[in-house]
Nanobody
Framework: QVQLVESGGGLVRPGGSLRLSCVSS????????MGWYRQAPGKQRELVAS???????NYADSVKGRFTISRDNAKNTVYLQMNSLKPEDTAVYYC?????????WGQGTQVTVSS
C-alpha cells in the first residue's frame, strides 16, 4: 500500500506564501498522475491542482494563477507552491492520485491563512 506524507503547512498572513511537499512510497510514482486536494471545515474535499506523469498541470479556478504544482520523480515528491494566499485557502491539504484518489489518505498538512 502506498503511503503519502504531506508537510510544509503552517500559519501565514493573507498575501503570504507556503510550499507544500508530499512524499510517496509508491514504486510507480513517476508514471502516476498526482494531485493536491484540500478540505476546509464543513466542506467536502476538493482537488485543487494536478500534474500528469508528463508534467501537464491543471488547476481549480479558485487557485489558478496563485498555486503551482510540480514534481520530482527522483525524490518521489510532489510540491505545491502557494502564493498570494487568502483566508479561504485555509484547509487541510492532502496529496493523492488524480483526478481520482486511489490510495489511503495521509495525515495531511494544515494551512491556515489569517491576520
Amino acid at each position: 500500500q502506498v503511503q503519502l506524507v504531506e508537510s510544509g503547512g503552517g500559519l501565514v498572513r493573507p498575501g503570504g506564501s507556503l510550499r507544500l511537499s508530499c512524499v510517496s512510497s509508491g514504486s510507480t510514482f513517476s508514471i502516476n498522475n498526482m494531485g493536491w486536494y484540500r478540505q476546509a471545515p464543513g466542506k467536502q474535499r476538493e482537488l485543487v491542482a494536478s500534474i500528469t506523469s508528463a508534467g501537464r498541470t491543471n488547476y481549480a479556478d479558485s487557485v489558478k494563477g496563485r498555486f503551482t504544482i510540480s514534481r520530482d520523480n527522483a525524490k518521489n515528491t510532489v510540491y505545491l507552491q502557494m502564493n498570494s494566499l487568502k483566508p479561504e485557502d485555509t484547509a487541510v491539504y492532502y496529496c493523492n492520485a488524480a483526478p481520482r484518489a486511489v490510495w489511503n489518505w495521509g495525515q495531511g498538512t494544515q494551512v491556515t491563512v489569517s491576520s
